[in-house]
Each structure stands twice: as structure tokens, then as C-alpha cells.
């Protein structure tokens, strides 16, 4: 039951569009399909997903990200103060 | 009350005797097809059965399960029930049970899990058949894992030793997203390790027997243990194994990673589809670094689809949120009957109730919100009489159709705490919560004009009975 698939090598992230990607694995049996990482936002994806996973001008609007709003995402939990030591 | 089901597959097995199980040889993609099909389970009935693929395209002896504990009847099943056991008969075992905690563990030295072993160069991507639920997911979610963890200031306690299940986002070979909350037990673990500037030792067992994972996804006390409450849902001890840093591992787990959460590390995390049927959004979360994988040879990976609700994530926060905020409401008023936390997580609970006094209902509905889990999630309560079975909703909205006046029967309290993942919430984290006394008012709530109920024909019980079991022999 598989679908049409796509495999793109991409140059930028289909979430956020920085450029720092790198492979992260690749399919145990070769060449059906690669997983790619990227180093800003941390999306990932499979080369064989469908294309709105994989293409950044097709990746859906609500789930897009800007580099730049990253460091204002809420950290939770935040980290506690150390022990003073005694 | 059948016996302890020592690891996932042997669950399989019973699932597939009892028709429960849909096995799919032909190869499928990691996306979409595996939450397609997951989701496709979930409209395909009431009694949807659990799916288990061993061709996936890409992997050489990968083998998924999913919607494991997705229907009532699985989940019977997996409490060693009659695979038939109506909810309300579910919620009363699973309650029977609850109070004989605490149980024991049966700690071994081996278990299947260590059969094979990774501790260089792990890549999580290529071990585990990782897959996208959800289109906006930011990526691969390690989603039905137990993450055990214990308390660097109180190592050496068993009772504060935690099992808990959190959404691990695979960000790297070896590299993990964690979600906690601060009402979760893990978050104390993590809090202490920071404080005393340390990396905290985590296992993650993937892949295991129906019960731990019930237990993994229930509000127990800080000082309660899963495996001991496990022991007593099961009717005999829980058998762990320990790992060199003298984590309980369940012996029946398919895959187990060792690693540490980080010490002060957060790094950006999600968004993931959660439980209220929406995407979580992005945070900045803890990371764990996984430093060694072991697993059984052609191992099973369990995952938990998520989607819009009902999907298999309600079975697993069904039962185990109704039984826990029944026995803390049933401590303080002990007229409450049953109580039904099974919607969304608890964000709606449904409480029947023998009725003391006029006006007492509301007081019961007041109490829901007190309860330890009702602080960050219950925000409509329905109370209704205790003839009405709270698991019914057609009784349940019998008894809103008629009992509910709005003049006098809807309490709302402003701005109250709720879980950040509730997106009613405005602001964030804080929401209005309602009352429903679906009761029948009485003295001296003189309200309304309520004569006599109807009620049942006399011998309804012998001919149900003799009724079931003519239709039984008639399908057999």
C-alpha cells in the first residue's frame, strides 16, 4: 500500500530554511531511502515522505518556523540554580 | 482473571487468538502508511483490533505493532479480562486492583532484551523504524516508551524510582527531545540532578507487556512505584531486570535504551499531535544522550498513534485517570459510585453520586476539581445520580436533559490553573471550569417538579438473561 513518493536532496530545511543540514541515517537495505536532519530547528524528515514533508515550497504554512524566533521559544523546565556546595 | 502476559508478544499472540489482531505481510513506506493505518483503525469500529507490520520498506527485520491497547476490548484483554467486560465492569476491576498496592518485584539477572547489544555508534535512525504520526510533527517521536529514571538524592529508594511515559523526539543518532511537565515525577528527578549539576541516568524500554505501559501513563504518588502497582494489576510479581547503573528494566521489553538527560541542556522540541487532538507547538526541552542500545533479535517497536480523539492514546488515559481521581473523591465523600475520566485526558469528568443533602452534588463537582489530577485537567464536571451509569452516556445525557436547569445547575469558577496543552486556555495555563449538576434535586433544593420516575417491568433480569442467550447460541 505504498503512495507516490518523492526523493529530493535538499539544500535547505523544509521547516525553517537554514542551510546546516546534515544526514542523520540512512535505510538498513541501501538507497530506498535517507533521513535528513537540520542543525537550526532540528526538523527531520525521510527523502521518501510525502512531498509537504520534504519540499520547502510545499512544506504547510502553519508549521514553518523562523530561525531568528528560536531562541524566544519557551524553556520548560527552566533550569534550577546549583547547590551551593558546603 | 488470566495471568501476567510476560512480554509484548505473547500479548500478540492472545490478541490474535481472540481475533484482535491484523497482521500485514505486504511492504508499506514508514510514511504515511504506518499512522494511516493506524488512523484508519480507528474508524473502523468499536472493537478496532491492534495491526503488526514485519515488511516496511527500508529495513530489513523491522517489525511495528500499533493500536496495541486501541478498544475496549484489547483492553480488557490486556487486564486478563473477558474480551466483552463492559467499561463500567473494566473501571470496577481496574479499581479493585489499585488498592491491593503495593505488590513486589521479581528482580533477574537476564532477559531477552539483551540479546543483542549496540554501545558504539549508535544511530537510533537506522535501529528503531522510527515514522512521522503527523504531518506537522518536527519529527520522529519515540511515543509508548517506559522512561525509567531514580532520584540522585534518594538513589537507593526502589518506591521513588520512576516509570513514566513521555514523547522523545529522535534529533539525532543518539540524541533525544524530552517532554516533561513539572506535575510529572520525572521533572523531580531532573530538578535534583541540575541542582547538583549532574547528568541523570535514564532507561528507555521500548516494546513492553500491556500492563507496565497502563502503569507508565497513571497519576501515581511520587512515592508509588509502577512495577508495584503493576504486580498488583497483573496478580503476581513484576519481573525487572537491572542495568549496570541500577535501573529496573521491565524483562519483557523489546528494545531498552541507556543514556542521561543532559545536565542543564534545552534545546527546541516539536511540535508533536497531542492528546487534545492539536499540535503541542515548540518548546525548548530537555535532551538525552542515548550511549548504548540493547535489544531482542528481530525485536517488535510499539508505537501509540495520536490523533484526532478517539485514537489508542485514550485508551491508555482512560481507566487510568477515572481510578485514581474516584479513590481520592471516594476519601472524601464515600456516596460517590463510579467516576468517568475518560474523555480527552479527564478534561471532562462525569461522577455519579448518592445524594446526602440538597445541594451536595455540586459540592462532589467542586471536589473533581481538587483532585491531584482534576488541578490540571478537569474542566466540565457532570454529576449525576448514582442510578445513572456515568460510562453511559446515553443515561448521561438523560440525566442532563432533564435533571439540568441552567438557572440553578451550572457553576463556573474563573481563571483556574489547567494543563498548557488544554487549548480552551486563555491565558495559557489558565481556563474557566463548570459544574453540572445533572442530579435530582432534593430537600431542600425544593426545585422543579420531578413526580415519579419511570422505571423497569418486573422479571426484565430473567428475560435479559434468557434473551443474551438465545442470541448468543443464535451467532455462534
Known amino acids: 500500500m505504498t503512495s507516490p513518493t518523492v526523493n529530493i536532496t535538499p539544500s535547505a530545511c523544509p521547516r525553517c530554511r537554514a542551510g546546516e543540514l546534515r544526514t542523520l541515517g540512512k535505510s538498513p537495505v541501501?538507497?530506498?531511502?535517507?533521513?535528513?536532519?537540520?542543525?537550526?530547528?532540528f526538523y527531520a524528515w525521510r527523502s521518501t515522505e510525502p512531498e509537504e514533508n520534504v519540499d520547502p515550497d510545499k512544506y504547510p504554512a502553519p508549521f514553518r518556523l523562523r530561525p531568528e524566533r528560536l531562541a524566544d521559544l519557551k524553556t520548560i523546565p527552566p533550569v534550577p540554580p546549583r547547590r551551593s556546595s558546603t | 482473571m488470566r495471568g501476567a502476559y510476560k512480554d509484548l508478544r505473547e500479548f500478540l499472540t492472545a490478541l490474535d487468538e481472540e481475533g484482535q489482531l491484523l497482521r500485514i505481510h505486504d511492504q508499506v513506506l514508514p510514511e504515511p502508511d504506518m499512522a494511516a493505518a493506524a488512523c484508519a483503525l480507528t474508524e473502523i469500529g468499536e472493537n478496532s483490533p491492534a495491526i503488526h507490520f514485519d515488511n516496511i520498506a527500508g529495513f530489513t527485520d523491522a517489525r511495528i505493532a500499533m493500536n496495541v491497547h486501541g478498544s475496549w476490548c484489547n483492553h480488557a484483554l490486556a487486564l486478563g479480562m473477558e474480551k466483552?467486560?463492559?467499561?463500567?465492569?473494566?473501571?470496577?476491576?481496574?479499581?479493585?486492583?489499585f488498592q491491593l498496592y503495593p505488590g513486589t518485584l521479581e528482580r533477574v539477572t537476564s532477559a531477552p532484551w539483551q540479546e543483542v547489544v549496540i554501545d558504539k555508534d549508535v544511530n537510533l535512525f537506522e535501529i528503531l523504524p522510527l515514522f512521522r504520526l503527523n504531518r506537522g510533527d518536527g519529527g520522529y517521536f519515540i511515543d509508548k516508551a517506559c522512561t525509567i529514571s531514580r532520584?540522585?538524592?534518594?538513589?537507593?529508594?526502589?518506591?521513588v524510582e520512576n516509570v513514566g511515559i513521555y514523547r522523545l523526539q529522535v534529533k539525532g543518532p543518539n540524541r533525544l527531545g524530552i517532554q516533561t511537565?513539572?506535575?510529572?515525577?520525572?521533572?523531580?528527578?531532573?530538578?535534583?540532578?541540575?541542582?547538583?549539576?549532574?547528568?541523570?541516568?535514564?532507561?528507555?524500554?521500548?516494546?513492553?507487556?500491556?500492563?507496565?505501559?497502563?502503569?507508565g501513563a497513571t497519576p501515581l504518588l511520587y512515592t508509588q512505584l509502577e512495577y508495584k502497582m503493576?504486580?498488583?494489576?497483573?496478580?503476581s510479581p513484576y519481573r525487572v531486570v537491572r542495568t549496570a547503573k541500577g535501573l529496573d528494566v521491565p524483562w519483557g521489553a523489546e528494545y531498552v535504551l541507556e543514556g542521561r538527560v543532559?545536565?542543564?541542556?534545552?534545546?527546541?522540541e516539536g511540535p508533536f499531535g497531542e492528546f487534545p487532538g492539536y499540535y503541542s507547538g515548540c518548546h525548548k526541552y530537555p535532551v538525552i544522550e542515548i550511549d548504548r542500545v540493547s535489544h531482542r533479535k528481530d525485536p517488535v517497536y510499539d508505537a501509540v498513534y495520536v490523533g484526532r480523539p478517539w485514537t489508542e492514546i485514550d485508551f491508555l488515559q482512560a481507566m487510568t485517570t477515572s481510578a485514581p481521581i474516584f479513590l481520592q473523591l471516594k476519601q472524601t465523600f464515600p456516596e460517590v459510585v463510579a467516576v468517568n475520566a475518560l474523555y480527552t485526558?479527564?478534561?471532562?469528568?462525569?461522577?455519579?453520586?448518592?445524594?446526602?443533602?440538597?445541594?451536595?452534588?455540586?459540592?462532589?463537582?467542586?471536589?473533581?476539581?481538587?483532585?491531584?489530577?482534576?488541578?490540571?485537567?478537569?474542566?466540565?464536571?457532570?454529576v449525576v445520580d448514582e442510578d445513572v451509569d456515568p460510562f453511559d452516556l446515553k443515561q448521561v445525557m438523560w440525566a442532563i436533559s432533564v435533571k439540568v436547569n441552567p438557572a440553578g445547575d451550572i457553576v463556573t469558577i474563573p481563571n483556574l490553573a489547567e494543563n498548557l496543552l488544554d487549548p480552551a486556555c486563555s491565558p495559557g495555563g489558565i481556563v474557566t471550569k463548570m459544574i453540572i449538576d445533572a442530579t435530582t434535586p432534593v430537600a431542600p433544593d425544593v426545585r422543579g417538579d420531578y413526580g415519579e420516575e419511570l422505571d423497569r417491568p418486573k422479571n426484565t433480569d430473567q428475560w435479559r438473561t434468557k434473551l443474551q442467550g438465545m442470541l448468543k447460541e443464535k451467532r455462534k
Open chain 2, 181 to 215: 511537565v513539572p506535575q510529572h515525577d520525572i521533572a523531580i528527578h531532573m530538578a535534583h540532578a541540575e541542582e547538583r549539576g549532574e547528568d541523570l541516568p535514564v532507561a528507555i524500554a521500548i516494546g513492553n507487556e500491556p500492563i507496565i505501559t497502563l502503569m
Open chain 2, 84 to 97: 466483552d467486560a463492559a467499561m463500567r465492569d473494566q473501571f470496577f476491576e481496574f479499581v479493585r486492583r
Open chain 1, 30 to 41: 541501501g538507497g530506498v531511502w535517507t533521513i535528513f536532519g537540520c542543525s537550526t530547528c
Open chain 2, 230 to 235: 503493576a504486580a498488583v494489576m497483573q496478580g
Open chain 2, 345 to 382: 485526558h479527564g478534561l471532562v469528568v462525569v461522577v455519579s453520586t448518592k445524594i446526602r443533602y440538597g445541594g451536595f452534588a455540586k459540592y462532589v463537582g467542586l471536589r473533581v476539581l481538587t483532585t491531584t489530577h482534576g488541578l490540571g485537567y478537569a474542566k466540565v464536571v457532570i
Open chain 2, 262 to 268: 543532559l545536565c542543564g541542556v534545552r534545546e527546541t
Open chain 2, 151 to 159: 532520584d540522585l538524592d534518594d538513589w537507593d529508594n526502589d518506591d
